[in-house]
């Protein structure tokens, strides 16, 4: 296991996430959607950076069967809250294909919201030939192998790390 960002490095760059992500909602009303599982550890950290009054809520969602992408989601989970009318920033651990970021995209402005943005921790240096799963803020760039930790995780195991690993 090698370490590619340590604790003290995700704790850094999360702090300039939230006050880029303040600056950008100031005055806006805001809807923090985390993506259950893995986005519950990054998206913890985050909400403490963003000073702004907020919603938050979770969805359960995922575009992989095993450890594959199936190239569409599966919500397992519904919204609670009612995002029409305001905007949201979805919470990932992770950007790899890109489906869950764009498939939810699409979902929540269905539901009436003014804006769907994303931020993740980790984004997977990968070709993508739809942008539109791409995420607004970005911890780090990291190269494509399989990561864990800080959400990651390996068949369950390893996301409590505190730090972000390439397993392989």
């Not at 869950?100 to 769907?116: F, N, P, Q």
Request: hydrophobic fraction near 45%; aromatic fraction near 8%; charge should be neutral.
């Amino acid at each position: 296991m090698e370490i590619l960002y340590t604790q003290e490095k995700i704790a850094a760059r999360v702090r300039e996430m939230g006050q880029e992500i303040t600056r950008f909602y100031e005055g806006k009303p805001l809807t923090v959607v985390i993506i259950a599982t893995g986005g519950v550890f990054f998206a913890a950290d985050l909400l403490r950076e963003i000073k702004l009054p907020l919603w938050a809520d979770t969805i359960a969602a995922a575009s992989y069967i095993d450890d594959r992408s199936c190239g569409r989601i599966t919500l397992r989970s519904k919204l609670k809250l009612d995002c029409a009318g305001r905007h949201v920033l979805l919470v990932d651990e992770m950007l790899d294909t890109g489906v869950t970021l764009r498939e939810l995209r699409h979902y929540i402005l269905g539901r009436g919201a003014l804006s769907v943005r994303s931020a993740v921790i980790v984004e997977k240096n990968i070709g993508r030939p739809d942008v539109a799963g791409l995420a607004e803020w970005t911890g780090f760039i990291a190269p494509n192998r399989f990561l864990v930790g800080y959400g990651l995780d390996f068949k369950e195991d390893f996301r409590n790390l505190p730090y972000i690993a390439a397993l392989d």
